[in-house]
């Protein structure tokens, strides 16, 4: 007898690790709660147990920042981040063109985040980078969300590597400095999160009045930055 989704009753293949349809683990099991776990090739951290991060003070900005300008309430804004459709029934991702599909993942993960749910985490987490990761080439807004994912689920190296891209050929975008900051902060590295947070200062009035659309987009998490930055938001240790 085949196997089926024990989330939403699909009949799944015989590869992959999640369900091609809502996305939930194919072995039905909850994660095993736990502080790292490496899930195809990526280390998955407790995200409040990485020293020198300020992200989690700012993450709850994130999630439905696609869905809270639609005058959605809040109970409904949640259920879509964390992946719910309207019936209650996990929605059918694999029917998603891939931006709203990596656009989902990403609302998922920063959900299970700001809910304190580090084996949720562990477990999309790896399918939102590899989602995103699929939408090559990125653009700015694009990297800034993948290097996010790394930063939270303890990938210092990767978010790191997206906020140089983004840097090389916009030196002063400010979602490249603060996922420098906060990369550099994840990695341990002192002096580049001090010196990431000051070009960050430096360039905040001129590059706002840029008015870009991932500005927009990220204007809460943005201000959350500024505050790291210059130390009115503590590091979480």
């Known amino acids: ?3 089926h989704c024990a989330q939403c009753g699909v009949a799944l293949g015989e590869r992959g690790s999640f369900c091609h349809r809502c996305g939930a683990p194919r072995d039905g099991r909850a994660a095993a709660g736990a502080g790292v776990r490496s899930t195809g090739g990526v280390a998955v951290i407790l995200p409040w147990a990485i020293a020198g991060v300020a992200v989690l003070s700012s993450v709850a900005f994130l999630v439905g920042q696609r869905f809270g300008s639609t005058g959605t309430p809040p109970a409904a804004i949640a259920a879509n981040a964390a992946g719910a ?20 993942l990403f609302n998922r993960v920063m959900t299970y985040v ?15 980078i590899q989602s995103f990761e699929a939408l090559a080439p990125l653009n700015a807004h694009q990297r800034y969300d993948l ?10 190296a990767m978010a790191r590597a997206q906020a140089d891209t983004i840097l090389a050929s916009q030196p002063t975008h400010l979602l490249g400095l603060i996922l420098g900051m906060r990369a550099s902060g994840l990695l341990g590295a002192t002096e580049a999160r001090a010196a990431f947070a000051t070009r960050l200062s430096s360039a905040l009035e001129a590059e706002r009045r840029k008015a870009l659309p991932e500005y927009q987009d990220h204007a ?8 790291e930055a210059d130390g009115r938001t503590p590091l979480r240790q």
């Not at 809460?220 to 505050?227: E, H, W, Y």
Request: proline content about 9%.
């Open 1 to 3: 007898m085949g196997r």
């Open 85 to 104: 459709a309207p019936s209650g029934r996990a929605p059918d991702i694999s029917q998603m063109g891939p931006q709203e599909r990596a656009d989902r």
């Open 114 to 128: 700001a809910e304190g749910k580090s084996d949720s985490v562990s477990f999309f987490a790896p399918m939102a």
């Open 147 to 156: 290097g996010l994912l790394g930063v939270v689920s303890g990938d210092g």
């Open 220 to 227: 809460p998490d943005i201000d959350a930055a500024i505050r």
